[in-house]
Nanobody
């Protein structure tokens, strides 16, 4: 397994954009996910990509603003985040798992990165 290491986090003003990246091995993996955790809150799912051909799924809170994707040639997954607001502040994690069907639940993912901090100021 390739260690999951997120990059691309940072501090932006509200309305700004960031793109997170995460190298990932897809060997024996069915689902790729992005999660986030705000201070004092539970880790929540942001989006998942199914490697079985199902549509990419987004949490309602990010739908229309965030886009999850992967580049097979680079073995990398991405999270493009637009129209960021202070409510998007938190530590963002990439994850992979082989539990099908894919679901936006952290229990469904086995391998996790260390996280990258995203801070959005108003």
């Amino acid at each position: 397994q390739v260690p999951l290491v997120e990059s691309g986090g940072g501090s932006v003003q509200a309305g700004g954009s960031l793109r997170l990246s995460c190298p990932v091995s897809t060997f024996s993996v069915s689902c790729l996910g992005w999660f986030r955790q705000a201070p004092g809150k539970e880790r929540e799912g942001v989006a998942f990509i199914s490697l079985r051909g199902d549509p990419t799924f987004y949490a309602d809170s990010v739908k229309g603003r965030f886009t999850a994707s992967r580049d097979n040639a680079k073995n990398t997954m991405y999270l493009q985040m637009n129209s960021l607001g202070p409510e998007d502040t938190g530590m963002y994690y990439c994850a992979s798992g082989n539990w099908i069907p894919c679901e936006l639940r952290k229990e469904k993912f086995d391998h996790w990165g260390q996280g990258t901090q995203v801070t959005v100021s108003s």
